[in-house]
């Protein structure tokens, strides 16, 4: 196979062809320690020169999206990618929120802070994707790599949705997946993974446990593994929101992008998107992104400039960004400090709150950690205001229906009506009265 690209240590600067298995850099890897994040992840790079000078700048992004992104991607063949419809995902625009009396019931100062959003607002909706996840974009790759490498079974840990989505994708590329997850997770994911048919590996403890257990497992059988950041064809997966996005906003830069955080690959996939975008020159600055996090779960954010890495107990209902050492820490705050990005914390109450407002008035039901990234948009209105005028995107990344659980405090189904007309009538006049 020929060598379109390359790999990159994320922090050693070593560089290693392609072609074979690799996860992280092996020089990096030697000194890894357990219980802090890793070093040695690998950065996937292209020729972008070769790229750049085949066809005209002004036609350029034209040309890479009428081939599919094929070569900005890992792969020989837009062929070996999966059957199913991923990515493409919509892209909403609401200039204004009006909920009526859904806002009103909902407590705190949501409404008075919606009153002064004056600047554009996209909700790009990856729930849309087969599995119901934004985790579909890294899956479809790790698979359609495996497919041109003749591998069959596909190994990895989840807190829920990567195990749903991996196990999908398989099922439809006729390859078989084992999964390892948390045995707390959601019963709607769990439920996912195994109607897809894979092998599912509970384990009693976190999803940092998970994780490691799984590296054992695929070091133990030589399995292939999709884990976050710790395969680098994740990050490859997941930039193509970036693409979507710019494709979306007719070739425009959005002023923002707020982005949900756990293990931060998600948030270096957008980077990673927009750089290949910026070494091409197709476009000439990066957006803002903005970080955000569960305060329950801030592993990322509270060692930004930090000497040594501290970790704290995740404990957060957003359980898709509920890490205590994030895998792709290293990468994600070199990221944010390169290109000026920016953070920020929700709370729980913050991010359940923020899920009533999502769904009544758009109606888009998210899951807790998708939510993170809306409640970081408004929490951000609310301390700096947004200015007028402004593109700000906001990534929702999974369905609310992985996690019913999570919103049963903002939601109450009322008792049951009789079947005749005079319990009709008083059922009518109350609510009409209200």
Same mark, same amino acid.
């Given at each position: ?33 357990p ?17 750049r ?7 350029l ?15 020989? @063949? ?5 059957p ?5 995902t ?11 009396q ?19 607002l ?16 890294a ?17 990895a840990a ?9 196990a ?10 084992m ?5 707390n ?6 439920t ?7 092998i ?10 998970a ?11 030589g ?7 710790y ?8 930039? @193509?929101?970036?693409f979507?996005?710019?494709?979306q906003?007719?070739?425009e ?12 690959v ?5 980077y ?15 957006p ?14 509270n060692?930004?400039?930090?000497e040594?890495?501290t ?25 944010l ?32 950690a ?20 402004t ?13 019913l659980?999570?919103?049963? @405090? ?25």
């Amino acid at each position: 196979m020929s060598e379109k690209y390359y790999y990159r240590c994320n922090d050693c600067g070593a560089e290693y062809p392609s072609g074979d298995v690799i996860y992280l850099c092996p020089a990096c890897r030697s000194k890894n320690k357990p219980g802090m994040p890793p070093k040695g992840v690998l950065k996937t790079l292209f020729d972008y020169d070769a790229i750049r000078n085949f066809v005209s700048a002004e036609i350029l992004f034209g040309y890479l999206r009428n081939r599919g992104y094929l070569d900005l991607l890992p792969l020989q @063949s837009l062929e070996s990618l999966p059957p199913l419809r991923i990515g493409n995902t919509p892209l909403y625009r609401f200039e204004a929120f009006t909920g009526g009396q859904a806002v009103k019931r909902i407590k705190g100062r949501v409404p008075e802070l919606l009153s002064d959003m004056d600047f554009d607002l996209y909700l790009k909706d990856d729930s849309q994707n087969p599995t119901f996840s934004f985790k579909d974009r890294a899956s479809a790759l790790v698979s359609a790599w495996a497919k041109e490498h003749h591998i069959g079974t596909i190994i990895a840990a989840s807190t829920g949705n990567a195990g749903c989505s991996l196990a999908g994708i398989c099922a439809s590329q006729g390859q078989h997946s084992m999964i390892f997850v948390p045995a707390n997770a959601p019963p709607a994911k769990l439920t996912q993974i195994v109607m897809y048919g894979a092998i599912i590996i509970p384990v009693r403890g976190t999803y940092d446990d998970a994780f490691d257990l799984s590296v054992k497992a695929t070091e133990l059988s030589g399995l292939y593994n999709r884990n976050t950041a710790y395969n680098p064809l994740t990050i490859e997966g997941k930039k @193509s929101v970036s693409f979507e996005l710019f494709d979306q906003l007719h070739q425009e830069i959005p002023d923002r992008i707020f982005v949900p955080v756990g293990d931060g690959v998600v948030l270096s996939g957008v980077y990673k998107g927009f750089e290949d975008l910026l070494k091409l020159g197709i476009i000439s600055r990066m957006p803002v992104v903005v970080a955000v996090q569960s305060d329950g779960s801030p592993n990322v954010i509270n060692n930004i400039g930090t000497e040594k890495f501290t970790s704290t107990p995740s404990r957060t209902i957003a359980d898709s960004i509920s890490v205590d050492v994030p895998r792709n820490f290293y990468m994600t705050v070199g990221y944010l400090k390169e290109y000026a990005g920016e953070w920020i914390t929700v709370s729980d109450p913050e991010i359940v709150q923020a899920s009533a407002l999502l769904a009544r008035s758009t109606g888009i039901f998210s899951e807790p950690a998708a939510v993170a990234a809306f409640a970081g948009m408004l929490k951000y209105h609310a301390t700096q205001k947004i200015p007028a005028g402004t593109k700000n995107v906001v990534l929702l990344t999974g369905s609310g229906l992985k996690d019913l659980s999570s919103v049963r @405090s903002v939601m109450k189904l009322p008792e049951p009506v009789d079947p005749d007309p005079k319990a009709l009538e008083k059922v009518l006049k109350r609510y009409l009265d209200t």
